[in-house]
Nanobody, 121 residues
Framework: QVQLVESGGGLVQPGGSLRLSCAASGSIFRIYAMAWYRQAPGNQRELVATITRNGRVDYADSVKGRFTISRDNAKNTAYLQMNSLKSEDTAVYYC???????????????WGQGTQVTVSS
């Protein structure tokens, strides 16, 4: 099976930066869109950023200008560079990827386990 593993979360002060990574492994033929979501306590899961296989990106208004999503297709890895962090960015961040496991199989959505990002002074 395909698995997504996030890393890079932690505790930072307001105004600080973090870089999250999402590494996909297992049976992978091709990864289409990848995305980062986040969920704060008591809130719905929120789409933060998406990136297509060809590198086209989109961001939630709340993070536009501060966060950058990128990917390395050769490494099956997506990244989320987070700058100018605010307390409102505190959440569990989840990686999502649409993965085709084989040449003749249909793509399927996978989720990572999540990584905690806490922004606090």
């Amino acid at each position: 099976q395909v698995q997504l593993v996030e890393s890079g979360g932690g505790l930072v002060q307001p105004g600080g930066s973090l870089r999250l990574s999402c590494a996909a492994s297992g049976s992978i033929f091709r990864i289409y869109a990848m995305a980062w979501y986040r969920q704060a306590p008591g809130n719905q899961r929120e789409l933060v950023a998406t990136i297509t296989r060809n590198g086209r990106v989109d961001y939630a208004d709340s993070v536009k200008g501060r966060f950058t999503i990128s990917r390395d297709n050769a490494k099956n890895t997506a990244y989320l560079q987070m700058n100018s962090l605010k307390s409102e960015d505190t959440a569990v961040y989840y990686c999502n990827a649409n993965v085709q496991a084989g040449a003749a199989t249909a793509p399927y959505e996978y989720w990572g386990q999540g990584t905690q990002v806490t922004v606090s002074s």
